[in-house]
């Protein structure tokens, strides 16, 4: 495979395209499919047959807001239609050529508008089964011309320049795992995907796996040319079959193409992939965990040091990266280092995808620059909450992150500045509640979340964090006490401090941010056994249970 | 901070101290008889860092490492046994205690017990948190011995001594969390395991979650001691 090769792939998919003059992308992602969007998509398709127009039915990854499925989009007028029942398809055939099905249309102008795509940029374009519409939107140029031109240390201080950062939530700087895997000694390294998204309510790197399959392997490749590695691993949880059959296609065709394999594009350069399944263990997308899945060991995390940069997969010197990580990496390459770091903040280059779930008009996935107000993503992009109501916090970061009050809807989305409103950046999870949320009983739902997916092994992460959905529970039906609180606090601190790994190191994150911002919500529960969102249920006579267990009691020893 | 020195020193307690490198906090600390908690550790096994007793803090970071992992740097300074750590290990010491069902009083390990006398050290003297009560199963189907899971803190030391020294592997972990439990096998009883019958196990466990079953009452005192002298002997073959 040469440069000019790739040219002729593309070239060769653009004519087949110039045959037809309309586009019909029909979302088939998960939200939309699960409307029946396959349907909707034959239902085009005959349509289309029957009226004679030159009519392309493609079928795409995810458009984005998911809300509005299932999506249609007709190019190139760029008209976007929502909610599109099987039965609206001869009506959008029909309107080729005319004016537009005016009641199907969505406006979302403004959702788009004040977003910036890098990740996505395919998204919504492309048939991810197809590795020919990948390379006609210049995918794996980055692959090839890398190997073609540039030397592994120039990728590297490529991806150092571009100031990109973990996109997995640690926010570690890329460039430099990159640089201390390759010069980690050792002949055999591995590159591992992490694709174990776990978060409720997260699904951006699915939707990257699911709708563009290709920009992860290009980028995996291009990380193990940089390190020295010529084996990956993509770690894919088990609940997302789509994406793994997507995936699998994907190598296949990729090896089929010679852009894996052995001496990719003629060069010494060999580099292939396996896709290796999560078994549903939420604590396995920590990488130390992960490492032992893939070694087919039981999940459970070890002390760092030593880090899989040195000693990782099978004692060898390993790169983990999250999916989205890897899918900035080929524009990165493409673009060059300065292109990428002149977007975002200060401190947080590039753009982040975010999962936008919750109590608000336009749910979905939205790619925002780094820095954007979060007031930005909220209101304008995310459309507001549902009229009558009011906003109440968003929750980012998953049950590791924190609740920010709609007080402070002006902070820009970046690394530090949602660390310093004690919360995280996390991968991308982003709930917004309003007034019908109870905080108390978010902060038990993520507790609760940590408490199962704690793996067990050391005790703070194992008995605290069930302890604490104790007494969270204790609260949310009247029969907390004030010394309740201050032992969940207490609780809180030793989790955080003293737990083995991430997970529980960050498991009383929902806890202590709720604490700080709706400590009167608490107060409230446990002082007047009310619960000021109607959420949770009180018990009457909630004081005079006997069976609760006093406060304190004696250690027999 | 070469790592061409072979010999560090670092002040442990406000103690000048020398180790080797490669060498753990706890490994040098015990050499110079400076007392660090420990539960999950017994010499002579690999090191899970997990009960997070021997967590220490390293001035210039606010990272607490566990000491039976963490290995020694040149110039490190290290405090075993602040407040904070004190708070710590108390805190954990009554996770496990509301964990299961740990009542000294009945327990063949009574007087034995590697939790119980932490808890005394550590002047652990009430429990706040309300205690879980857990119904857990005892398997009585050995002929030589039984495991009391309501005695069980999960250390996996029995997870270790059987796979790393006797090398039959019958005990591992099953479940996640709260509801992790030790089994033999693939969750048989004891009894019709593939239990070699050796007996470490029992030595090494902390507790009276193990216990033989010809000795009843108190008179069941364990002696994980064996370990270092049997791995040196093998070292030495």
Partial sequence: MTIEELEQIAESVRRENANFDYEVSVCMDLACASQGSDKLRDALLRSAEASGKKVLVRRTGCMGPCSHGPLVRVDPDKTLYGHVSPGRAQGIVDSLGGEPVAELQCELNEHFDSQMRVVLENAGYIDPEKIDDYIAREGYKALVTVLMEMTPGGVIHRITESGLRGRGGGGYPTGLKWGTVAKAAGDVKYVVCNGDEGDPGAFMDRSVMEGDPHRVIEGMALAAYAVGASKGYIYVRAEYPIAVSRLTMALREARRRGLLGINICNTPFSFDIEIRLGAGAFVCGEETALIASIEGKRGTPRPRPPYPAVSGLWGKPTLINNVETYANIPPIIRNGGKWFSSMGSERSKGTKVFALTGKIANTGLVEVPMGIKLRQIIEVIGGGVPPGHTLKAVQTGGPSGGCIPAEMLDIGVSYDALMAAGSIMGSGGMIVMDDTSCMVNVARFFIEFCMTESCGKCIPCRAGTAQMYTLLTRICTGKGTMDDLALIEDLCVTVKETSLCGLGQTAPNPVLSTLKYFRSEYLEHIANKRCPAGVCHMHAGAEADVFAPAVSQEVVA | ?237
């Fill in chain 2, 1 to 237: 901070m070469t790592d061409a020195v072979e010999v560090k020193t670092l002040i442990i307690d406000d103690q000048e101290v020398s180790a080797r490198r490669g060498q753990t906090i706890l490994e040098v600390a015990r050499e110079h008889d400076i007392h660090i908690p420990t539960l999950c550790h017994v010499e002579g096994l690999s090191n899970v860092g997990a009960c997070r007793l021997c967590l220490v803090e390293i001035k210039g970071s606010n990272k607490l490492l566990p000491a039976c992992v963490a290995t020694v740097f040149e110039g490190m300074e290290v405090v075993t046994n602040s407040e904070r750590l004190r708070r710590h290990r108390r805190t954990i010491l009554e996770l496990l205690f509301a964990e299961r069902n740990h009542i000294c009083s009945v327990c063949v390990s009574n007087g034995h017990c590697e939790l119980q006398t932490l808890a005394q050290e550590q002047g652990l003297t009430h429990v706040r948190m309300p205690y879980r009560n857990p119904q857990l199963s005892v398997d009585a189907s050995h002929d030589r011995f039984t495991a009391d899971h309501n005695r069980c803190i999960l250390c996996t030391r029995c997870v270790r001594v059987c796979a790393e020294i006797e090398g039959a592997h019958v005990w591992d972990v099953m479940g996640r969390g709260i509801n992790s439990i030790v089994i033999t096998d693939l969750h048989q009883d004891w009894g019709s395991s593939t239990c070699t019958r050796c007996g470490k196990c029992v030595q090494v466990c902390p507790t009276g979650a193990l216990f033989e079953k010809s000795k009843i009452g108190t008179d069941n005192p364990k002696n994980p001691d064996f370990l270092p002298y049997l791995n040196l002997m093998r070292e030495a073959r």
